[in-house]
């Protein structure tokens, strides 16, 4: 861990009128560093170490598609967590991903300091350098605790966000099959 990281949050607890030395937040600067640390570890990933070489040769043409991915990220606004489902499909042009490798790219780059619409984008990007697909799509439904928390206090709004690559672009009959599968329980 990075040994400023503990101090500055001594810090930002007597910024915020505690005392640290209080005995319930004596470890606190430590351990919330640790946490803090801990998601955004994203930062230490890279594309090539998450793939490792799990693309396969397939013929299947067809759309891939996984979805409700669950999905925790911070929002890099106000480093207040928002929570939701990743749903990712993309159709394959002779290599296919290893199943769990698509959560963890939504998990890499989740596990960083985000907005939405970003995120969504780099996954479906990441997804489409990785696998040359014909088509990628990305949908993220997420509630965003800054605006649950705080601000305006809507309880219960959903942000949906979408990024469509290549077929799922050009296609209305593509983008709709994504989307119906998407929806489908
Ligand atoms: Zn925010």
Do not use: W
């Amino acid at each position: 861990m990075n040994p400023q990281l503990p101090h500055h949050y001594r810090e930002i607890l007597l910024g915020l009128g505690e005392n640290p030395e209080r005995e319930g937040l004596l470890d606190t600067p430590k351990r919330a560093a640790k946490a803090m640390q801990y998601l955004c570890h994203g930062y230490q990933q890279s594309l090539e170490e998450i793939v490792n070489g799990a693309l396969f040769a397939s013929d299947n043409d067809e759309m891939v598609i996984v979805k409700d991915i669950e999905l925790y990220s911070l929002c890099e606004h106000h480093l207040l967590p928002f929570i939701g489902k990743a749903h990712v499909a993309y159709i394959p042009t002779g290599k296919v991903l290893g199943l769990s490798k698509v959560a963890r790219i939504v998990d890499m780059f989740a596990r960083r300091l985000q907005i939405q619409e970003n995120l969504t984008k780099q996954i479906a990007d990441a997804i489409q350098s990785v696998t040359n697909a014909a088509g990628v799509a990305v949908v993220i439904e997420a509630k965003h605790m800054c605006m649950m928390m705080r601000g305006v206090e809507k309880q219960n709004s959903v942000m949906s966000s979408s990024v469509m690559l290549g077929a799922f672009r050009e296609s209305c009959n593509t983008r709709h099959e994504f989307l119906q599968l998407i929806r489908s329980k």
